[in-house]
């Protein structure tokens, strides 16, 4: 059975950092891509960064560029979110998903309804 879990969520002030991990099993871990999706209240689910197992290779949306760093531990088969100046439209419940296969490059952000397995997601709250 393939199950993603996600750890780290909590409460931040604005400008403050938080550490997310998505700890995969059940799978072969280097045969994936895994993202990273949120959900604002009352929005759509968005994608904000995927790195490719296989070679390291990640891409981040505009939203996130700069502030957000993905990482992936392939001892560990865990994927980090290093999230950086948060600010308050951060807040969502963020989820990491697995896509079967390599060279998606930047497709895997907007594969919202076609990964393959995804957690159950974590809560950041940003205060202001």
């Known amino acids: 059975e393939v199950q993603l879990v996600e750890s780290g969520g909590g409460l931040v002030q604005a400008g403050g950092s938080l550490r997310l991990s998505c700890a995969a099993s059940?799978?072969?871990?280097?045969?994936?891509?895994i993202g990273w999706f949120r959900q604002a209240p009352g929005k759509e689910r968005e994608g904000i960064s995927c790195i490719e197992i296989s070679d390291g290779s990640m891409v981040y949306s505009d939203s996130v560029k700069g502030r957000f760093t993905i990482s992936s531990d392939n001892a560990k088969n865990t994927v980090y979110l290093q999230m950086n100046s948060l600010k308050p439209e951060d807040t969502a419940v963020y989820f990491c998903?697995?896509?079967?296969?390599?060279?998606?490059?930047?497709?895997?952000?907007?594969?919202?309804?076609?990964?393959?397995?995804w957690g159950k997601g974590a809560l950041v709250t940003v205060s202001s």
């Open positions: 059940g799978l072969i871990f280097e045969a994936y891509a």
């Open positions: 998903a697995a896509l079967y296969g390599t060279g998606w490059g930047s497709l895997c952000l907007r594969y919202n309804h076609g990964m393959d397995y």
